[in-house]
Each structure stands twice: as C-alpha cells, then as structure tokens.
C-alpha cells in the first residue's frame, strides 16, 4: 500500500461571512488541511459565530473559538452606546471599523501557523466591494508579509488573500463553484437575529447575491 500525502497545513481566518467562507473553501481547494480561527471578540453581531462554527463543521476542518477583549471599544461594532451606521456605504472610513483589527487577528493566526507548522495563512479580505476598512488593503498585507520575514523564527509563512481584487459578485460566484455553503453565512453587522439590510455588510451582500 503506497504512502499517503502529506497535506499542507493553513490556517484560515473564519468569521462566518461570504469572504471567510469562499476563503476556506478557496484554501481546501488548494490541498490544504485547514485550521479555522474563529474571533468571539465582544462584537454585537454574535450571531455570525454560529454560522462559523456550522460552516467549518460542513467543511470538515478543525477550528478554535478564540475570545479576547477589547475593552477601549473604538467601534460602533464594539460599543452599545455607538448605533451601527445605516445610511449607505459612504467615502470615509466608518464607525464599523475596529481599530487594528486585522493586525491582531492576523498575530493569532501566524502565531498559530507557526505553532502547528502550517506554512499558510488565508483571510478573506477584500479591496474592492467593502466599507473602505484601511487593514483591507492589498498594501497592508504586503507589508503584514514584511513582518512575518523580520519577527518570527519561521518566516516562510504566506498570508494569502484569494478575494483581495474580486468583487463580491465574483466573490458569491467563487464560492458557489467551490460548493461553499453561502446560504447559511452571516454578514449582518447589528445584533439581530434576522439581518437588518441596511448595514454596511448587509448591503454588501446583497449586492454580491443580486
């Protein structure tokens, strides 16, 4: 009996939305044994984090809940007092945004690869159809990479991001093509059990789904 491959190893940010969704099945399409983190960091939107769970279950992959604090708040995703906005995506950056966000995911996640020796990192970000997040940025991730080369032991870890360039119609496309399970995603920003369809992600969705 031959000797079966390997897998690579990748880690795979997971937040239950269409991006992270198409991401991970992007990523298992590439060979990878996926690792989904999954961020419980005070957010209103709760509800994305059993979608996340049901998501990685249905892709079959290993995946952690892990829950930090933020308590400076510093984003109306964050703060009670702070009303998520509902008037449309605007040119500015919006109070939805979480200051460094991706910057302490990211950490997480490397700090991960690096201790379970998977060689990749996949998030889903996207330049082209979001709310102008500055840590969404091809030119963030490039200098992300950066990092990686200067401040770890192994700095061969990639970050990847597949939906960088795409728009969110090409995103939905994708991840139909890769049999990801979009219908039971969540992209709603409020703390709702139904989504409101005025938030900036609820927005987005449609638009990507129309």
Known sequence: MGRSLKLKKAIVLLSGGLDSTASLYYAKSKGYQCYALIFDYGQKHKRELKSAVKIAKLA?????IIKISLPWKGSSLLDKKMNVPTGG??????????PARNIIFLSFAVSNAEAIGA???FIGANAIDF?????CRPEFYKAYQNVI???IKNNKIKIFTPLINLTKQEI???????GAPLDITWSCYMGGNKPCGVCDSCRLRERGLS
């Open 131 to 135: 709310s102008g997040y500055p840590d």
């Open 89 to 98: 995506i605007g040119k500015n950056i919006p109070s939805t945004y979480v």
């Open 60 to 64: 079959k992959v290993n995946y952690q």
């Open 172 to 178: 939905v496309k994708l991840g139909r093509k890769l």
């Open 119 to 121: 060689d990749a990192v």
């Open 149 to 151: 080369k200067t401040g």
